[in-house]
């Protein structure tokens, strides 16, 4: 018996199942992950040089532990919100817009921090940046979309290296200047390769077919959420939670390391830019390294030999008596986490149908502010009364991230296994 399709497709809409018959997948210009190359590496060059030395020039300003904090956390809890809606108007209006909004106003929180020197012109920064992060699912699904079947770790790898390679360099150059001509008026210069950067933004081409992806449904964020209730987005779920944790390793890292090596060993600003360009120099050569390792091994086997590395060297970190033996460790630290860094990115677009993949890479990227909001908030409340708390708290947070890991490999959840192509990339029929 024939079966009516209007009957069908009342069902499918009645059970928010996907219609199989989508527009055809949209091509991987491999122009395109030049471009986003290029814009990394530029973008970075100017982002590393400020963020690095973010805690320092807030100190400087005036804010205490506490409110650097404070200003982390806005920061992070603005993006938090801004992450998920980023990702519902990258499938609706399409990547590149989103993605050239989100970089313009990160450029525009920068400037206004490094001239607005006032606690309140310093938060109405931190507010600005935070909706920059609605640009973060956007580069996330341009990179995965302009990669080859099973690359997409190698891709995401090739971007972070040459973003890892301006952090070696831009810091180094910020911290020796900074000691002769202060760290303001050489933060404010490093805006102009950031704005390069921008402009490089504005030439990546769209990957977003239109009429294919969650912008047909009513409501791209509840599509986006029951896509993470449904037994197929199990793996999105946990990876969800794997995000929420590395946000909070990022949210209380990012200001720590310039004001622990500050406060512990009494190095100058060429000190901090000796310490954040050796992190980025350990994290390129793990990158590079990484990148096609994960490919042919699986992302969550990479994953969990450079967890269980992490988790104990955080330990020996506050045990280091100079800072050229802090700096050293930290590097080899930064080598084994990066080499897995892009499994972070790889599995996360696995662990999702391309039909839901912008929306569930907002989600994942609000997941990941939460975490770095929580980060920051903690700083304070671990920082002050013994600064070896933080370290601890960076242990434990790897070792909870290993157990989820090895949750998913042992449920077999989608993206857990060792091949990526083992699942299929489209919405269900």
């Not at 990547?95 to 400037?111: E, K, T």
């Not at 939670?241 to 209380?252: A, E, Q």
């Not at 490919?295 to 008596?321: E, H, K, Q």
Request: a positive charge; proline letters at 5%.
């Amino acid at each position: 018996m024939e079966e009516n399709p209007r009957v069908e497709e009342n069902v499918r809409a009645q059970t928010n199942t996907p219609s199989p018959i989508e527009a055809p997948v949209p091509p991987r210009p491999s122009s395109n992950l030049r471009v986003l190359m290029l814009s990394a590496f530029t973008l970075a060059l100017g982002w590393s040089s400020f963020s690095r030395f973010l805690s320092p020039l807030l100190r400087d300003s005036g804010l205490d532990i506490v409110r650097i904090g404070l200003f982390y956390a806005v920061w992070s809890g603005i993006g938090a919100v801004a992450a998920p809606a980023g990702g519902i108007l990258a499938d609706t209006f399409g990547r590149r817009p989103v993605l050239i909004a989100g970089r313009a106003l990160s450029l525009m929180g920068w400037a206004t921090v490094v001239l607005w020197r006032s606690p309140v012109g310093l938060f109405v920064g931190a507010a600005i940046m935070g909706f920059g992060w609605i640009s973060g699912s956007a580069v996330k699904a341009l990179i995965a979309e302009s990669a080859a079947d099973g690359k997409r770790a190698s891709a995401f790898a090739a971007t972070g290296s040459l973003d890892n390679l301006a952090s070696v360099l831009g810091p180094l150059a910020v911290g020796l200047l900074s000691d002769r001509l202060g760290l303001r008026p050489v933060l404010f210069i490093m805006l102009v390769p950031y704005f390069g950067g921008v402009l490089v933004t504005t030439r990546v081409r769209e990957t977003l077919v239109r009429g294919h992806g969650t912008a047909n449904t009513p409501s791209a964020w509840s599509t986006g959420i029951r896509y993470l209730a449904s037994a197929d987005g199990r793996g999105s779920l946990v990876m969800g939670g794997i995000w929420i944790l590395t946000g909070f390793l990022m949210g209380l890292t990012q200001p720590l390391w310039g004001l622990y090596v500050l406060d512990r060993y009494g190095v100058g600003y060429a000190g901090v830019g000796s310490l954040s360009s050796a992190v980025a120099l350990g994290a390129t050569l793990g990158q590079v390294l990484g990148g096609r390792l994960a490919d042919r091994l699986g992302y969550a086997r990479l994953m969990v030999a450079s967890l269980i590395c992490t988790a104990s060297l955080w330990l020996f970190m506050p045990l280091m008596p100079s800072a050229g033996l802090f700096t050293l460790l930290v590097a080899f630290s930064n080598f084994l986490g990066w080499a897995a860094a892009p499994c972070w990115e790889a599995l996360s677009a696995e662990t999702a149908r391309r039909h839901v993949r912008g929306a569930v890479s907002g989600i994942h990227t609000g997941m990941m502010s939460i975490g770095t909001a929580i980060g920051g908030g903690a700083l304070g409340l671990l920082y002050r009364p013994q600064t070896i708390l933080p370290f601890v708290a960076l242990a434990v947070n790897d070792v909870t991230m290993l157990a989820l890991v090895l949750l998913g490999m042992r449920l077999g959840l989608r993206g857990f296994g060792r091949r990526p192509q083992d699942w299929s990339d489209e919405a269900p029929s």
